[in-house]
């Protein structure tokens, strides 16, 4: 193949940054391009405070844009990988830009990545379930204009099946090479994710040129992947195992969330049934965590699109099959409101209820399509006193915004409504009626007994509502504590709290007894993620309802 000198990314968001990055580490000689038409993400890659936190981006781009020496050996290569990264990085030239000059470096590659942003279409022509291809046809015509001729066009974003072919990238006189390279990357492991990726799946036309351009792609990657790891197939089965991929496992989680219905009313642990199935080899353990429902950018919108693909092709069927793993997933997200809402007698007036965890999963501040937004504006329409909102990693001001945005302005407390976001973990718990978990962050397990603790009660500034537990529990070892107490003082400074660097965060884990006394009873934790050992929990005094197991307030 062709050698490869020049790579140019469109689109600077969660794929094209972290891809290219590996890319440009892996491949010192080739000059790797990051564009996008927003110019203000541009300043922000280039700056020390990329706009998306990755685990080991930083240290990575460190290498690739600064061309400082970092030692990359806490990379640790899974079993079965031999590590390319050397110990220290050697002095190198910086290889990877960031810039919003979109034409010129476009006019400068080999091969032109585009990864631009593929929704769901809202309006419309398959409005809801198709995909929108907007910023994706945009970009392709800036590439018609530009590009060299032989340049390899690559479609890194998601695209419908049949894409490459109905892409119309062509100048007269000029033929264009378009090939599938969809990512698997998934968030909060993206550099992980690159650096050691189960498979590379590279569509091609099966002609002489078709093969020559994803020769020339697999070149880029065998820097660093084993070639029997890079799998080539034609333009269309890849695209289609794009979205298969992640129907599949939006499908085991939706079964799994199936079946933690029928453990709730039946006294079966979904846990338990997932152990069991998972040590069968041809089932697999992973992805069979039941809880309220998958989120992130991509489960639901390549769901939707299969969908939109099987009702195109007159096969309501099939497209009925892969839409009920998405009423699945909302049917998950309700039945747990309804939990909350019903160990609460039914009703949310004039109280207080903390949803912790506002990212869709642990480790990233991703709040695509989070389970944690629709609770919350279910929450909403209940009327409470307070919806507080806690995530150690999502910055509070992009929470209040995207809050907002989804459930309406008015949703704020600043504005009426009655979600208030916190930075303090103990401040949103404190005199609420019932913590939801909503995130597995680490944080919020709970480490095994700790009844007896003696720890005292966190915050000094007490309001006589929340010294309720002390008063009425005259077992609670925690002596209520004076508005000034020194100690209290000294605690409140290492109270689990928002971390604006997530590269300086500690897993500092939650002291659920604190919480436990600063709630109103009956202090009822609701986990919807599946983290809480729940003997333990008991023996501090919660009442604790998980999914996918019979709670007290259930009818077996
Ligand atoms: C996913 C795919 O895993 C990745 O390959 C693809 O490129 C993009 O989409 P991502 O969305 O980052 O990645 O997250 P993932 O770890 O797959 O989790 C998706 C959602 O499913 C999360 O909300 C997670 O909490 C939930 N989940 C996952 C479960 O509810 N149960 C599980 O057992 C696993």
Redesign the pocket.
């Known amino acids: 193949p062709p050698p490869v000198r020049n790579i140019c990314f469109i689109g600077a968001g969660f794929v094209g940054g972290p891809t290219a990055a590996v890319i440009a580490l892996h491949n010192p000689d080739v000059r790797v391009s990051v564009v996008d038409r927003d110019e203000k993400r541009i300043r922000r890659w280039n700056s020390k405070h990329p706009p998306i936190y990755e685990p080991g981006l930083n240290k990575i781009l460190r290498v690739t844009r600064d061309g400082s020496r970092e030692s990359l050996c806490d990379f640790k290569p899974p079993a079965g990988w031999e590590t390319r990264l050397s110990p220290s990085s050697k002095t190198r030239n910086p290889n990877l830009v960031f810039s919003s000059d979109v034409a010129r470096s476009v006019a400068q590659a080999d091969i032109v990545m585009v990864a631009v942003n593929t929704p769901t279409k809202r309006r419309g022509n398959g409005g809801g379930s198709a995909t929108d291809m907007a910023a994706f046809e945009a970009v392709t015509a800036t590439v018609a204009e530009h590009a060299r001729p032989g340049a390899i066009i690559v479609e890194k974003s998601t695209v419908p099946c049949r894409t490459s072919q109905l892409l119309a990238i062509h100048r007269p006189g000029v033929h264009f090479e378009i090939l599938s390279n969809p990512?698997?990357?998934?968030?909060?492991t993206a550099i992980n994710d690159l650096l050691y990726a189960n498979r590379i799946l590279i569509g091609a036309r099966n002609t002489e040129s078709g093969r020559r351009a994803a020769s020339a792609l697999a070149s880029v990657y065998a820097s660093w992947i084993p070639p029997e790891r890079i799998i080539t197939t034609n333009c269309f089965s890849s695209e289609l195992a794009k979205l298969v991929?992640?129907a599949m496992?939006a499908q085991r989680?939706s079964s799994m969330n199936s079946i933690a219905a029928i453990c709730e009313k039946t006294g079966a642990d979904v846990d338990e049934v997932a152990g069991a199935i998972g040590a069968d080899p041809r089932i697999g353990s992973k992805?069979?965590?039941a809880?309220i429902?998958?989120?992130?950018?991509?489960?639901k919108k390549d769901i939707l699109s299969l969908v939109y693909l099987a009702e195109t092709l007159v096969l309501p069927e099939v497209a009925q099959y892969w839409r009920a793993v998405v009423d699945m997933n909302e049917f998950a997200r309700n039945r747990f409101v309804t939990r909350a809402v019903k160990c609460l007698n039914n009703t949310l007036t004039g109280k207080k209820v903390t949803v912790l965890g506002f990212a869709?999963?642990k480790n990233t501040n991703d709040t695509r399509e989070s389970?944690a937004l629709d609770i919350i504006r279910a929450l909403e329409e209940e009327g409470p006193a307070e919806i507080a909102v806690y995530d150690p990693l999502c910055p509070p001001t992009q929470m209040s915004e995207e809050i907002g945005r989804f459930a309406g302005n008015g949703a704020l407390q600043s504005n009426g409504g009655s979600v208030v976001v916190y930075s303090d973990v103990y401040a949103a718990c404190r005199g609420t009626n019932a913590v939801l978990i909503t995130t597995?962050f680490d944080e919020f397990k709970n480490r095994a007994g700790r009844s007896g603790d003696q720890s005292r009660p966190l915050e000094s500034t007490q309001t006589p509502s929340m010294r309720l537990a002390h008063a009425e529990d005259p077992l609670c070892p925690i002596p209520p504590c004076s508005d000034d107490c020194p100690d209290c003082q000294v605690e409140a400074s290492s109270t689990l709290s928002f971390t604006s660097n997530p590269e300086q965060r500690r897993t500092t884990k939650m002291d659920w007894t604190k919480v436990y006394y600063h709630m109103r009873r009956p202090q009822w934790v609701l986990d919807g993620r599946g983290v809480l050992e729940i003997e333990s929990m008991e023996r501090i005094g919660f009442r604790v309802e998980s999914v996918g197991r019979c709670g007290a307030n259930q009818e077996v």
């Open positions: 990512e698997f990357l998934s968030a909060g991929a992640n496992l989680i992805f069979l965590r809880g429902g998958f989120g992130g950018s991509c489960f869709f999963k389970p597995e």
